[in-house]
């Protein structure tokens, strides 16, 4: 697995460890459940994922994924 860094708002965090407690699971396998359980809502919704912007497009917006 890769590791993956953001960030989250001090109320959100705060419900996500609740959530994490109350579940006996670890802040990563509960953010990679909801992330699978996003994905799978919206590909059902909208069918497959495809690149929407170039990579050019998305350096001057500023969007930027690490690879590691």
């Known amino acids: 697995m890769r590791v993956v860094s ?9 419900q996500l460890d609740l959530y994490c ?5 670890t802040r990563s396998e509960a953010i990679r459940e909801a992330i699978e359980l996003y994905l ?6 909208e069918g ?7 990579v050019k497009e998305n350096k001057n917006n500023r969007v930027r994924v690490r690879r590691t």
Do not use: A, G, I, T
């Open 48 to 54: 497959r994922v495809y690149r929407k912007n170039s």
């Open 21 to 25: 407690v109350n579940h006996k699971l």
């Open 6 to 14: 953001f960030k989250l708002d001090k109320e959100l965090l705060q």
């Open 40 to 45: 799978r809502l919206k590909l059902k919704k």
